[in-house]
């Protein structure tokens, strides 16, 4: 995620860091080349039709308010998922809480919290279909997790909580409405944590993103027709103006629709996952790390 105070107005003309235009850059300058192509042809050649810029000034319109409903609707998955983490967050303090009401074994509240912290580490690389860093190593090494057969990971983790608390509420050391408590916490925990994945294995109707990019490519294409004559010279310029406004709205979406990755605008799901680590440090007697900070106004 990027986090940046509004930019002054030479850092809104150069700022390349969190835009798109890296990842729209040769969509323009096709546009663009195929502009100044026509206008070329136009005036050395043979002329082009100079079409009336009426009907693309409407298509133009209906072109917007297409890319905004799919705007809102990408958005709509990048809030709830940041909701569901926040959920996520919320849920592990107050399982942190709960172990110190409910379980007075301090080393079985401990290996309570540690197996949450490998959860939430998991449950970070489930999402993002990337192989365990050192972060997640270290959590899942000191919840001694054996994962070599686990389908689910994140799962994994889980069922090894519920398992071990039915241990402890047999042995009597947790009460019946302690155990009632811890395992609503758990459903709420495994909740988000299915809200999620919903999120992340449902992307947007591909009819979406075929029609977008088609309609906006014929858009581009056409719309020279209409700059050649009031433009003239200028007319690529003009067209990539266009292009970009297009082009950039059409990319905005892709990567909020897809809120667990690793662009700068996705989430940040080391960060968070390092701010329950801070939270949980206390019940866990050791020191809390330091919480992650912007990289180049850039968030993990």
Known sequence: MILREK?????????????????IATELLVVMAFSAALVVFDGLVHPL?????????????????????????????????????????????????????FL?????RH?????????LHLHRLNLRRTKPDSDAEAAIHAARLDLTSAPHPPCAALDRMSAELAVLHRDGQIDGFGARALSARLGSIALNQAGCER????????????????TVWLYCMLVPLAMIEPAGWLAPIFVGIVAYVFFGLAEVTEELAHPFGK???????????????????PHLGRPAPAPLAPVDFRLD
């Open 7 to 23: 930019p002054g107005p030479i850092e809104l003309l150069t700022a390349i860091r969190g835009s798109v235009l890296p990842h």
């Open 49 to 101: 039709p100079h079409l009336s810029a009426t009907p693309f000034a409407t298509f133009g319109i209906a072109l917007s308010l297409f890319l905004g409903f799919r705007n809102n609707a990408a958005y709509d998955r990048w809030w709830e998922a940041r909701k569901l983490w926040g959920g996520l967050v919320a849920d592990l303090r107050s399982l942190a809480r709960e172990l110190e009401l």
């Open 104 to 108: 007075p074994d301090a080393a079985a």
């Open 111 to 119: 290996r309570q919290l540690e197996l949450c912290l490998a959860f």
């Open 199 to 214: 999120i992340a294995t449902t992307p947007l109707p591909y009819v979406y993103s075929l029609l977008i990019y088609r």
């Open 263 to 281: 662009t700068p605008n996705a989430l940040p799901l080391d960060a968070i996952c390092r701010t329950v680590e801070i939270s949980l440090a």
